[in-house]
């Protein structure tokens, strides 16, 4: 059965941590406003609108599209196209050029896109091709949501698609994969990262034997890259998928004479057993499919497609793909007791929704489990997950509703702005679309270290640079705030109290901001210190460091509109204390 839902209002702390968790982050405006929905009414707007296609990438020097077409400015190397397509997913991320009432639905597409993307990596540099880049990228966002055109919109068939991909193919040499000379790259992370895995880190029996990988052996890699031989890297994107009508690879020798492709049968090992037969599976090609006793390109997806679904019906799947969402919504730590609970039932609703992602990760931002640790600190859930460096400067940039240019109007401003975000988060740590490794960004993955990955002493101390540029007028830097506008916009009302705007700016602003006071004797039921919030006022109103009386000078200053520049210095000075802190590097 699902997981059980929460049923009350939202209120705003718990809309406010639904959406930094579900999108790329929300403005003071929408987190109001879905402060008085349910859950179920919250998932519903978020999950469930009709969404435009992104605008198609294009050169900036001649606004043409260039990733369907294949027109490309002779004079630059496709390795220009390839940063014009990493600028172009960051704009969809920023909702860039979006209808405002659609721009958290879309954001919370491209989270899921994302959340495929650190699934099924890719690495830009072993890759080296622009389309294929974003053609796979176009695939994930045909898979994220259930409201496509597509008869099966599941996490299955994306796996089957995803095994013929350009950009998997290079990736992990599925282009070098031939009869009787098989490469076992990708059926190797096939079956360890990308489906049933290698059980649960931290907690792993002993290997039986060489060969043995807990949940497959090394027989089925060998059986598998039989199955998945035969393919090539289609330079001309001319070979399309019937269902997505995307370019996929293409099939060695031709389609009625698949002459690279294993047509002999596959065995695998006991991991694998045929609930029909009890013997361990056998997969070998469809008579009705062939040419005669030559392999057809039919014959030979449909082995693909036997393979998939024979991964598929091992319950270890769909727990190993339910842990990489739990992870990416909720917390990287699973307690055990979570395993047989949580993640189960999630696995179940993963089944019975045709294994389809939208379903469960609907269910888990209803649930009570995702909401439990909203009225306190006891709970690691609830402001645990440190942000990722695109969390951190697109969700600080959409909560500051910064305007990025639509592309179809100012192609070259859209790419500056979202250049300069890729720029940013590469100083920070993350290398966008450069993973060290084909399991992708370790912060999704890495056992025990996951999410902390992202935080050394010199990537702290460029986040708060990143910060410190954004808000400061004098500092140099692309990305600039208006405090003073920002606050005169969205907090006029308590802007003459200094205590009232730090409280208000810290509910919006931190993960946790329950019961807030300065009064160090009353601060036991607080989730940050009186310390904590004196720190800030001190931060905040001793800038001049000349007030007798530095709140009720501030009041005057503000409410009279006096010393317009101190003004601004102060309110620098207390968005840089607020935003240069450990807690905001956490939603």
């Known amino acids: 059965m699902p997981l059980p839902e929460y049923s009350g209002t939202l209120g705003f702390n718990r809309a406010a941590h639904l959406l930094r968790r579900a999108s790329f982050g929300a403005t003071k405006q ?20 009709i969404l435009p ?3 198609l990438p294009v050169d900036p020097d001649t606004n043409q599209e260039w990733a369907v077409s294949g027109t490309m400015d002779p004079e630059k190397m496709d390795s220009d196209y390839q940063e014009y ?10 909702s860039a050029g979006v209808d405002p009432n659609l721009s958290l639905a879309y954001s919370v597409r491209e989270k899921l896109v994302m959340l495929l993307h650190t699934h099924f990596t890719a690495i830009q540099e072993k890759i080296n091709n622009s389309r294929a880049l974003y053609f796979q990228n176009q695939l994930y966002r045909m898979f994220a949501l259930d409201g496509s055109a ?12 995803v095994s013929v991909d350009n950009a998997m193919l290079r990736l992990l040499d599925g282009n070098q994969n031939v009869k009787g000379s098989p490469n076992e790259n990708y059926a190797r992370e096939l079956f360890e990262l990308y489906s049933i895995g290698r059980g649960l880190e931290g907690s792993l029996p002993p290997t039986p034997g060489q060969g043995d990988y807990i949940l497959f052996k090394e027989v089925d890699v060998q059986s598998a890259a039989r199955v998945l031989s035969g393919f090539d890297f289609d330079n001309t994107f001319s070979n399309t998928d019937p269902e997505t009508g995307l370019p996929r690879g293409r099939v060695r020798g031709s389609n009625l004479n698949a002459s690279s492709h294993d047509n002999d049968p596959k065995v695998f090992s006991d991991s694998f057993i045929d609930i029909n037969t009890g013997a361990p599976y056998v997969i070998q090609p469809d008579p009705t499919l062939l040419n005669g006793t030559n392999p057809t390109l039919e014959s030979a997806l449909d082995e693909i497609s036997q393979l998939i679904n024979m991964i598929y019906e091992q319950e270890e799947t769909l727990r190993h793909i339910c842990r990489k969402i739990y992870r990416y919504y909720v917390y990287h730590e699973i307690p055990e007791s979570l395993h047989n609970t949580i993640i189960a039932e999630m696995a179940n609703t993963f089944r019975l ?22 009225a306190g600190v006891d709970d690691d859930q609830f402001g645990g997950i440190i942000k990722s460096p695109l969390d951190l400067i697109v969700g600080t940039l ?5 305007p990025v240019p639509d592309i179809t109007v100012d192609p070259a401003g859209f790419y500056e702005i979202t250049g300069e975000v890729i720029n940013l988060a590469d100083n920070q740590g993350m290398t966008f679309y450069q993973p060290f490794d084909v399991a992708g960004y370790d912060a999704y993955h890495q056992f025990p270290v996951y999410h902390r990955s992202w935080i050394t002493v010199n990537y702290l101390t460029r986040r708060y640079e990143f910060i410190r540029r954004m808000v400061n007028e004098m ?24 205590r009232n705007l730090i409280i208000e700016l810290a509910r919006n602003l931190l993960p946790v901001s329950n019961n807030l006071t300065f009064d160090p004797d009353a601060d036991d039921n607080a989730t940050i210190t009186a310390e904590r919030l004196n720190y800030f006022l001190v ?23 006096f010393d317009p520049e101190v003004v601004r210095r102060q309110l620098e000075s207390l968005f840089n204390a607020m935003l240069q802190t450990p807690e905001y590097q956490l939603h």
């Open 30 to 49: 929408q987190i109001e406003s879905f402060a008085a929905l349910t859950p179920q009414q919250a998932t519903t707007l978020l999950f469930n609108q």
């Open 539 to 561: 931060a905040f109103l001793e800038t001049p460091k000349i007030d007798d009386d530095p709140e009720g000078a501030w009041n005057i200053r503000w409410t009279n509109g």
């Open 398 to 402: 959409r909560f500051f509703n910064y």
């Open 53 to 55: 296609d992104p605008q």
């Open 353 to 374: 929704n045709g294994f389809k992602l939208q379903p469960v990760v609907e269910n888990l931002l209803r649930s009570q489990h995702f909401y439990e640790a909203a």
């Open 475 to 498: 500092e140099g830097g692309m990305l600039k705030i208006d405090v003073v506008n920002f606050v005169q916009t969205h907090f006029a009302d308590v802007a003459p109290n200094a």
């Open 85 to 94: 397509f990493k600028r172009w997913f960051v704009g969809q991320m920023l």
């Open 150 to 161: 597509l008869p099966e919109i599941n996490f299955r068939e994306l796996t089957k698609k």
